[in-house]
């Protein structure tokens, strides 16, 4: 499976595609980090983050898109700025008809780390690791948006195998039982710079 995962950001939109299945090596097959200058228009820059996500799926076909699903932060502007991007980056895997998922930051966190209250450098440091890179991947939303990617190749794949058995075993002209979901995520305020 490859699967693009997306940290969206409206100055940094960070971009990480990974090859893998559970309980196989993972791949790196690209990072980087889609920008947009801060000084720019809102709308000219929500159409330089979606033709750069357009480039990231050109380039690379993914089977899914892995996206950090927003939370509240004290920062209202820059939640709204990480909506808007998340959504661009939804809507161009979804008009291309590339499934997409939505992973909370301490789920992420706990695919990657064992730990949902891990900090980015844990985070930075255990990317490096499943990857066998030999630097660690830099700024901090390029690795979160492989983090991203594999969370999903080794959570997302067994949600999605169980939701696919249970409606199979639905019998016909009723709706299939719900495959069991993450428990939800009560997101604190958190300071941070702008991204």
Known sequence: MRVLGVDPGLTRCGVGVVDGAPGRPLRMVGVGVVRTPADAEIGHRLLLVEQGIEGWLDEHRPDLVAVERVFAQHNVRT?????????????????RGIPVTLHTPSEVKAAVTGSGRADKAQVTAMVQRLLRLDAPPKPADAADALALAICHIWR???????????????????APAKAPTARPYSARPTRGAAR
């Open 79 to 95: 939640v709204m700025g990480t909506a808007q991007a998340s959504a661009v980056a939804m809507l161009c895997a979804t008009r």
């Open 156 to 174: 997302g794949g067994a949600t999605d195998r169980i939701a696919a058995a249970l409606a199979k075993a639905a019998p016909a002209g009723t």
